[in-house]
């Protein structure tokens, strides 16, 4: 009788032994996964404004900021529209490189502040700096919605209105000098061009 009691147990014994592998390695297989997905450069998700016109919106400022943004602000020249969000751990690694940007001078760069509450942008803008020219508070979601943004951060270079490029996911220095910037050059370069 204890011969049965002893084998209906061996079972259970090796199930949850199997459980207490398989969880933890089914869970951080996830989050290879997702880390990989996140910043591997998911710049290549299709976009179906891309060479369109920048949706039409008109975002107030945020909170502390004297001026919102709008379709007209990204009309006339080459700029960098990123979308950032308090909340992003990403917008925050890739956002020193942002400032670094902005003192140079070369591109203009405005934001699009995605979903957050407006004494949390400003704080966040207050700590880490602000090299936006002009940022709008997009609260509910909305304009996010008709740019397409899939997830902050997002970044758009911009040619006169036109959504030229869009990169997903947070920038890194290579992305910057190998991708972004040599776009903006190129575009800066045909549109001194084409007003000959």
């Given at each position: 009788m204890t011969h049965e009691v002893a084998s209906k147990?061996?079972?259970?014994?090796?199930?949850?032994?199997?459980?207490?592998?398989?969880v933890p390695l089914v869970a951080l297989a996830l989050m290879v996964l997702f880390g990989w997905g996140l910043f591997k450069g998911g710049?290549?998700?299709?976009?179906a404004l891309l060479g369109k016109p920048v949706p039409d919106f008109a975002l107030p400022p945020v909170l502390g900021r004297e001026e919102g943004l709008s379709?007209?602000?990204?009309?006339?020249?080459?700029?960098?529209?990123?979308?950032f969000a308090s909340?992003?751990?990403?917008?925050?690694?890739?956002?020193?490189?942002?400032?670094?940007?902005?003192?140079?001078?070369?591109?203009?760069?405005?934001?699009?502040?995605?979903?957050?509450?407006?004494d949390q942008a400003?704080?966040?803008?207050?700590?880490?700096?602000?090299?936006?020219?002009?940022?709008?508070?997009?609260?509910?979601?909305?304009?996010?919605?008709?740019w397409g943004v899939y997830g902050v951060p997002e970044t758009y270079v911009i040619a006169d209105g036109t959504i030229a490029y869009r990169h997903v996911g947070p920038i890194t220095r290579a992305i910057l000098q190998d991708t972004l910037l040599p776009i903006v050059r190129d575009l800066k370069t045909q549109s001194a061009q084409e007003s000959k």
């Open positions: 147990t061996e079972p259970v014994a090796r199930r949850s032994i199997s459980g207490f592998v398989l710049d290549d998700l299709p976009s379709t007209q602000d990204l009309i006339g020249h080459v700029s960098l529209v990123n979308v909340w992003c751990v990403p917008c925050r690694a890739e956002h020193p490189l942002f400032m670094e940007l902005s003192a140079t001078g070369e591109v203009p760069i405005y934001g699009i502040n995605y979903k957050d509450p407006p400003r704080a966040w803008l207050d700590e880490l700096g602000d090299p936006y020219a002009r940022i709008g508070a997009d609260i509910n979601g909305r304009a996010g919605i008709e």
